[in-house]
């Protein structure tokens, strides 16, 4: 497989397989941080967000939702429908945290009276810039309809998502999702689903994911290795 690689990205490498319209995804042991600034090869990480994203990508589907899953082969890899990724992050907020709040200078962990969607730009040259919906279209990235479907979606797996981390004791603050255009021309969820993208708090307050690593909080396969273990809960 390895003389295939499409693509290789920050957490994962992409290879073309035998079949058409089908890519693999191998997920990396590396972890990075301010677009790439932050470095480090963390030794089971690549396990860890292939079966957290597997699994959430399989409940994803069983509720309806139109995704790149196909099915997990091994311990690093899964098959994934081929897309052309919209070049866009969607990201949604349930909480203030991040950027959010170093943007409008408040606090994190303040709920949201509404759940707000943001769009990035993706282009590490430009480092991902934050932009808006005339943006968007400006850029010939996606039309109003299209928009108008990317956060409706975003939306609806938010609630989803909410709802299942609500179960196991954990707050969904924020997350990040990529989408992209399937061979039919229908957008479909891609990319992953992990501690990588999203931010999760416990009751205490810990945080659950990437800023672990971000901030230096602590060993950050601990940290996954209890959401695996928690997910198992879910009903
Ligand atoms: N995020 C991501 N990839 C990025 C930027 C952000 O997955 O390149 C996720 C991040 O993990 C968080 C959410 O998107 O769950 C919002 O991130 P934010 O804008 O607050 O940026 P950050 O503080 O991570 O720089």
Request: with cysteine; charged share 30%; proline share 2%.
């Amino acid at each position: 497989m390895s003389n295939n690689l499409l693509y290789s990205g920050k957490a994962k490498d992409i290879f073309a397989t035998d079949v058409e319209g089908v890519i693999l995804a191998r997920y990396k042991d590396q972890a990075t941080a301010f677009n790439g600034v932050k470095k480090e090869q963390i030794a089971g990480k690549g396990v860890l967000n292939n079966k957290i994203s597997a699994f959430i990508f399989e409940k994803l589907n069983a509720a309806g939702v139109a995704t790149h899953f196909i099915e997990k082969i091994s311990d690093t890899d899964q098959l994934n429908k081929k897309v052309n990724i919209i070049p866009l992050e969607v990201v949604l907020r349930n909480y203030t945290a991040g950027s959010f709040s170093k943007r409008f200078g408040v606090e994190e962990g303040i709920r949201l009276d509404q759940p707000i969607v943001e769009f990035y730009y993706k282009n590490d040259d430009l480092d991902d810039p934050f932009i808006n919906d005339e943006h968007v279209k400006f850029l010939k990235i996606a039309s109003d309809e299209e928009i108008a479907f990317l956060k409706e979606e975003t939306r609806r797996i938010n609630e989803l998502l909410s709802d299942w981390f609500r179960q196991i004791g954990l707050r969904l603050i924020d997350f990040k999702l990529e989408f992209g255009f399937d061979q039919d021309g229908r957008i479909i969820l891609a990319d992953e689903f992990s501690p990588d993208n999203c931010r999760l708090w416990d009751a205490e307050g810990h945080h659950m994911d990437k800023d672990v690593f971000r901030r230096g909080l602590g060993e950050l396969t601990d940290v996954y290795q209890i959401v695996w273990e928690k997910l198992q809960a879910i009903k």
